[in-house]
């Protein structure tokens, strides 16, 4: 048993340990039947791509009680129907309106994007006397801005 197979079974069988129908899932998810049966049966020849795939497959996970983004990066990882990239969105826009697209990926397909972003700079904190004097400055302004001359008396 494939990978792709045994994701797809255990979803099935989370769903019928719930107790819920295809109907009902159908029902909750405001998808066709067809193609949640066509799922279960691991033939996603006619399912979409890209976040209309992920979409089905969060709802999904969500009506049998599952975490619903642990389901969806497992499903884009084992499918390419779940690809996170733009770039097979961009071309099938292009075909449609009949123009030669000129999209190039900015990533690296062979790199793996979902475990996560590198972890981002650090800035360097500012010295005390720094925050100190930037607070007086701060101080200095408020007053001036809020300051109103007392009336003199004659």
Known sequence: MT??????????????????????LTASMRVSCDL???????DLSEWPSGLYARAIVR???TVVGLDATAVVNEFCRLFP??????ASTVQEMATIVAHISEYTDEFDRGADRRRGAPPLEILPVPPRHTTALTRAIH????????????????
Not at 81 to 86: C, F, L, P, Q, V
Request: no cysteine; charged share 35%; net charge positive.
């Open 3 to 24: 990978a792709q197979e045994s994701f797809i079974l255990r979803l099935r069988r989370q769903r019928e340990r719930t107790e819920i129908s295809l109907e009902e």
């Open 36 to 42: 949640l049966e066509a799922f279960e049966r691991n």
């Open 81 to 86: 129907h779940g690809d996170r990239r733009t």
């Open 59 to 61: 709802g999904y996970a």
């Open 139 to 154: 101080a200095l302004w408020a007053r001036i801005l809020l300051f109103k001359p007392r009336p003199t008396s004659s």
